[in-house]
């Protein structure tokens, strides 16, 4: 029989943001729970930081800069199977509750884009203008292979999807309330605080969860199923209602990592004076703007976020645990990145490859068949995500409709295994192994800004390299944690950099597309 999968995911979540993570002051049982019940990877990290890029990845099983969704706002190419259509036509029934986000939002000229007037919904399903114009009421039928869609767009007060559709006809000063970021308090003066008077039955997060729980109850018996439940919280804005909202006292907030880092080490990139030059804002996030008590404000409130995400987990596994579908169910909990929050005085997310943004939370569950109250310093990341769900479901990824060719070599296959170039998480989460792969790597095009990295995480280093500039980042993983010292200019450390950059490449060589099989001598 093959196993079930509930997929948990939250928008812009730090690794260190949760109890079973470390953190002493934040309250997450439910999720801690599932953790309990299966294995904590203590080493887990996005392959690209942004929305788009890292959910494509999570479900094409491919790095940003083969599946092209490479940035915010560059579509996903719909060439590459995603998971969710695969698992349709392999006899699974597929749900999405939440945000999705593979297609492009803010397309609309107030947002920039002044070539564009005519919204088609066939081409722009997930794009902002064309629900909130209502020229789109729900997303294509069986768009990505998925049997039933509960679409919400956008974050907070710029919600936009079936959610805010059913806000708006039942409950429409509510709506009007959180368009407008009503707020039951001042705050320290951040636009993108506030203290939210939407009533708690009636906020998104809830949504979500009531809309697993029926699709979790409708589902038919004679079929496994993949249901995605996704969160757009802790993402900005920082709105949670009551009583998240005064779940946690600014006062009580740690502060950030390095906050005091000397500027003067740190490239042009993490100057405000660099987005002054060029005449633009910094995109997204940047050098932070705020002092330490707007961000200990700040923190407070995501941190309240997370904890109402915790619970509404909670809602649905214990109706899952009720049900009798828990004992033949993986649950999945995962981030699709994290964010800075004033760690080294940089805020939000964007070309800036420190921990608090590249590190996420992963937990894998499935009593009975993983380990239990496990954890493991492997490294993995977003890539490894599909290759395991297929590999627990024996499902091989599509090979096209001529299957590819074995080779001129008797006995020896061209390119065996699978094309993906993640490694299936299976042997960490059984334990039959400790460590399925000695590196990670991270891409990041940030096309407004006009900067292109790539990461290269190892046990022991990290080197982050830059298009067109000589500069880069060396850091020690073992002996600077808090990556305050940047190593890439150390006399003692250039054979290490040289080791690490020859090893940069061979990743990225690793990780070009091998999807489109040969079939033929020629």
């Known amino acids: 029989m093959k196993p079930n999968f509930l997929v948990f995911v939250t928008d812009q979540h730090r690794a260190d943001w949760l109890s ?9 049982p439910h999720i801690d729970d599932i953790a309990k019940q299966g294995v904590m990877f203590e080493q887990a990290y996005c392959n690209t930081p942004l929305c ?3 959910r494509a ?44 986000h593979l297609k ?27 629900w909130n114009e209502e020229k789109c009421t729900k997303l294509p ?46 705050t320290t003066g951040k636009e993108d605080n506030y203290y939210s008077t939407l009533p708690l039955e009636h906020h998104y997060n809830e949504w979500i969860a009531e809309h697993t729980i029926e699709e979790l109850a409708n589902i038919p018996e004679d079929k496994p199923f993949f249901i995605w439940c996704s969160f757009p919280d802790p ?51 940047g050098p932070c703007e705020y002092n330490l008590e707007q961000i200990r ?28 579908k828990r004992e033949n169910t993986v649950v999945i909990f995962l981030a699709d990145h994290g964010e800075l929050m004033g760690d080294h005085g940089m805020y939000c997310k964007g070309p800036f490859h420190y921990d608090g943004l590249l590190h996420i939370p992963l937990i894998m569950s499935w009593p009975g068949h993983f380990q239990e109250k496990a954890k493991t310093g492997a490294l993995v990341s977003i890539l490894d995500f599909m290759p395991t769900i297929l590999d627990l479901a024996k499902i091989s990824y599509p090979s096209g409709p001529v299957k590819p060719w074995e080779g001129p070599f008797e006995g020896k296959v061209l390119y065996p295994g699978s094309p993906l170039p993640g490694k299936s998480l299976v042997p960490l989460l059984t334990g039959r192994k400790d460590r399925v792969q000695e590196s990670i790597l991270v891409e990041d095009d940030d096309d407004i800004r006009g900067v292109f990295l790539r990461t290269l995480i190892t046990e022991e280093y990290k080197i982050t390299v830059y298009s067109d500039r000589i500069y880069g980042e060396l850091f ?15 006399d003692d450390k250039k054979e290490v950099k040289q080791e690490m950059i020859w090893k940069l490449m061979q990743k990225m060589l690793a990780l070009q597309d091998r999807t489109s099989r040969r079939i033929g001598i020629a």
Request: net charge negative.
């Open 20 to 28: 079973c993570m470390g953190n002493t002051i934040l309250r997450t």
């Open 52 to 54: 788009m890029p890292s």
């Open 57 to 100: 990845t999570m479900w094409t099983g491919l790095p940003s800069s083969v599946h092209s969704a490479r940035t915010n706002g560059v579509d996903l190419d719909d060439k590459y199977p995603v998971l969710p259509q695969i698992l349709h036509d392999n006899g699974y029934y597929t749900a999405s509750i939440g945000k999705i």
């Open 104 to 130: 492009a939002w803010h397309m609309s000229p107030e947002r920039g884009n002044k070539n564009i007037t005519e919204y088609d919904p066939k081409l722009l399903p997930e794009c902002e203008t064309v």
């Open 141 to 186: 039928e069986g768009m990505w292979g998925l049997d039933s869609i509960h679409f919400l767009g956008g974050h907070g007060n710029y919600c936009f999807g079936e959610y805010m559709q059913w806000l708006k006809k039942e409950y429409p000063e509510e709506y009007t309330a959180l368009r407008t970021k009503k707020s039951s308090r001042q």
């Open 235 to 285: 993402h900005f804005p920082f709105g949670p209602p009551e009583p998240y909202c005064n779940s946690y006292r600014p006062e009580d907030m740690p502060d950030p990592i390095a906050w005091d880092d000397d500027r003067k080490e740190m490239n042009e990139l993490y100057h405000a004076e660099y987005y002054k030059k060029r005449g633009e804002t910094s995109i997204d996030g």
């Open 297 to 324: 404000e700040t923190k407070a409130l995501a941190w309240g976020m997370v904890q109402h995400v915790d619970d509404c987990i909670g809602k649905v596994m214990n109706y899952l645990e009720h049900s009798g």
């Open 476 to 490: 020690d993983r073992r002996e600077d944690r808090e990556e305050r010292h940047n190593l890439w200019n150390a």
